[in-house]
């Protein structure tokens, strides 16, 4: 009987481990903190004061089942599980990584020049993103003004300025980007890519650090179309315009 528990058990790890992630519900432009109804108050990367502009997110939590104790196990039941689990999470990962791996090979697909040269497109995408964002969070654009067009370094300091005027402050901490994709060329000197990112996204008071918006210890999902030209000044590639989207 007790063998019956312990297969059950494992399949439930396995759906667990092997179940595709869900997407999320997002909207907004470079934004953050969710207010009533799951709207958020603003918008920093496309007008407003947050991250998370008009988005709407949602989490999924797993419940916790207890289990009565039906006996101890023997030394042949825990082989059998540490290798069944151990099996499990290698399948994972593995998938997982084919996963990744066909999605890269579809992106490639749609993008001109070498695969060299895509890899590196790809390298230089993920520097901007990420030398934007941290210039976001630190309140310091002159940090990534090489990687923004004129046109979206003046809307960001719009709002920051904005922001500041109001006595709030957005926060975007722990930022993971989770997936490229839906790659566009537009002309040979322009070209826009889906963003899938998630990260800690909120707004506080300035004056008393109070949370005005947004959750600081539960991770919010966005995603966005960044668009992107190439500067012949600089001589590199430069965000553009973001576009939110949503997933409903």
Not at 130 to 147: P, V
Not at 192 to 217: A, E, T
Request: charged share 25%; aromatic share 16%.
């Amino acid at each position: 009987m007790k063998k019956h528990y312990v297969i059950i058990f494992l399949l439930i790890l396995f759906f667990l481990f092997t179940l595709p992630i869900q997407g999320f519900a997002v909207a907004g432009g470079h934004s953050g903190g969710s207010t009533g109804n799951g709207r958020s108050s603003g918008g920093s990367f496309s007008g407003g004061h947050t991250f998370n502009d008009y988005s709407n997110s949602y989490h999924r939590g797993w419940r916790s089942q207890r289990y009565g104790n039906y006996g101890s196990y023997n030394l042949e039941d825990e082989l059998f599980m540490g290798i069944s689990l151990g099996g499990m999470v290698f399948f994972s990962i593995f998938r997982r990584k084919k996963g990744q791996g066909t999605k890269i090979n579809e992106l490639y697909d749609y993008m001109p020049g070498t695969k060299s040269e895509k890899k590196k497109k790809i390298s230089e995408i993920q520097r901007i993103f990420f030398a934007i964002q941290t210039a976001w969070e630190e309140e310091k654009l002159e940090k990534a003004k090489s990687y923004y067009s004129d046109k979206l370094l003046m809307e960001h300091q719009q709002i920051l300025h904005q922001n500041k005027n109001t006595g709030v402050r957005n926060h975007t901490k722990k930022i993971i980007l989770q997936q490229l994709g839906n790659y566009r060329q537009i002309r040979e000197d322009s070209f826009s890519i889906r963003i899938d990112f998630s990260c800690y996204d909120y707004v506080v008071d300035r004056v008393n650090k109070q949370i005005v918006s947004g959750y600081k210890h539960k991770r919010q999902h966005f995603s966005q179309v960044w668009y992107f030209n190439y500067s012949e000044k600089e001589e590199k590639w430069q965000a553009d315009f973001i576009q939110p989207l949503s997933l409903e």
